[in-house]
């Protein structure tokens, strides 16, 4: 199976700061990855595939990037919706792993 | 709008088998491109991909899981399911029927999600 590392694991930031979560896969994966969002409580909502690819409807303040092994989710101007827990995929191959996710709280 | 709904017992028997049913509606499941399966969530912890079916039944299915697990289709209710035998209390999850999109991992993503079940293996 591909080994996806998520760093860091969990983060404060205040609203209107950059944020940026760095994914790694344990082989190369081309653009085959994916970011999810996850609130408490609700199943997880798609923002970005193709590693940089924005899911419709998703603001334009997300943007993802990166091929191969690294990838970056950036969310600019963070916004008080946006404090929940946020997990790559990737779709190279199946099992399609996760992330172990990383977890944005309010400064 | 397309939906997906799971259902099945809350409840299950160690040793026993697991089963699950989404339905889907908006869309039939028979739909070009798309794939059709499970991801669960254990409590307080992260996704794992279970797997998923063709829009012609064949099943891809996560190695970890070994012989336990059956993900089959159909057509003519426009729903899924899944089988998981011999449950132990590790099988403990929130299991969520997704849409995945363009191949059974999702090359375009997992882009529709159900609301999620909890199930607990307990005797």
């Known amino acids: 199976d591909i080994q996806m590392t998520q760093f860091p694991s969990s983060l404060s930031a205040s609203v209107g700061d950059r944020v940026t979560i760095t994914c790694r896969a344990s082989q190369r994966i081309s653009s085959y990855l994916s970011w999810y969002q996850q609130k408490s409580g609700k199943a997880p909502k798609l923002l970005i595939f193709g590693a940089s690819s924005l899911q419709s409807g998703v603001p334009s303040r997300f943007s993802g990037s990166g091929s191969g092994t690294d990838f970056t989710l950036t969310i600019t101007s963070l916004q008080p919706d946006d404090f929940a827990t946020y997990y790559c995929?990737?779709?190279?191959?199946?099992?399609?792993?996760f992330g172990q996710g990383t977890k944005v709280e309010i400064k | 709008q397309l939906q997906l709904q799971e259902s099945g017992p809350g409840l299950v028997k160690p040793s026993e088998t697991l089963s699950l049913t989404c339905s889907v509606s908006g869309v039939s499941i028979s739909s070009t491109g798309y794939y059709w399966g499970w991801i669960r969530q254990a409590p307080g912890k992260g996704l794992e991909w279970i797997g998923s079916i063709d829009q012609n039944g064949g099943g891809f299915y996560n190695p970890s899981l070994k012989n336990r697990i059956t993900i089959l289709g159909d057509t003519s209710e426009n729903q899924f399911s899944l089988s998981l035998s011999s449950v132990t209390a590790a099988d403990s999850a929130v299991f969520y029927c997704v849409r995945f999109v363009g191949a059974p991992a999702g090359t375009r993503g997992i882009d529709y999600w159900g609301r999620g079940t909890l199930v607990t293996v307990s005797s």
């Open positions: 995929q990737q779709s190279y191959n199946t099992p399609g792993t």
